[in-house]
């Protein structure tokens, strides 16, 4: 099976009032710490969506250190950076499966994004979510049966609709560290605390 990651960070931040992608933790950036996870994961493509502030972002990494390419239309929503992540895969490296996660998670690592692909190949599920709170969501993998859906997706609509929609054939795994993201400042204080 090959795998895909697609990194979301084309988001304007607002709450925050700077790029959250910029933001530090542990001497590192939240994007920093997601392109870390991803390229440590054992997937064979990765692919990182940016949008607003792209200029600014592209300057805190190594352009070489992943693929990286602008959502021109960042301010429809997430589903717009889904999408031109997905068209990218399936143009150059046809997958036959696509974890998406976030730059806002700072708890996310290679682990958990390798448990997913684990989880997928142990009870060949079309989806895996990660579950916290009393929810899941992202990271989460879309086998290729489900393609045709995130390209459909509209405005801020996330993969989670699509897994709500198909949860008969999804599975979760536990990863409580999952509801940690960060959208304000204090997020970011009760984080470095």
């Known amino acids: 099976m090959k795998t895909g990651i697609i990194i979301l960070a084309a ?6 009032g700077y790029p959250k992608q910029i933001a530090k933790y542990k ?36 352009g070489a250190s992943i693929p990286n390419i602008p959502n021109q239309h960042f301010e429809k929503g997430m589903s717009s950076s889904i999408k031109v992540g997905l068209e990218y895969m399936l143009k150059f490296d046809k997958p036959d499966q696509v974890i998406i ?3 806002d998670q700072p708890f996310v690592d290679a682990k958990i994004l390798n448990k997913l692909i684990a989880t997928q190949k142990k009870e060949e599920k079309g989806i895996v979510a990660c579950a916290y709170s009393k929810t899941f969501g992202v990271p ?20 989670k609709k ?5 949860e008969d054939d999804m599975i979760t795994v536990a990863f409580p560290k999952g509801k940690v993201d960060i959208d304000t400042e204090e997020d970011l204080r009760d984080l470095n605390l």
Request: aromatic content about 6%; overall charge neutral.
């Open 11 to 16: 988001g304007e931040s607002t709450r925050l």
């Open 27 to 62: 001497e590192k950036t939240l994007l920093q710490l997601a392109i870390d996870a991803a390229n440590d994961a054992k997937v064979d493509k990765r692919v990182l969506v940016l949008g607003a502030n792209r200029d600014e972002i592209k300057k805190t990494f190594p």
């Open 101 to 103: 996660m976030l730059c």
């Open 140 to 159: 989460i993998l879309f086998g290729k049966a489900y393609f045709k859906e995130l390209m459909e997706l509209k405005g801020d609509e996330g993969a």
């Open 162 to 166: 699509i897994a709500m929609a198909h």
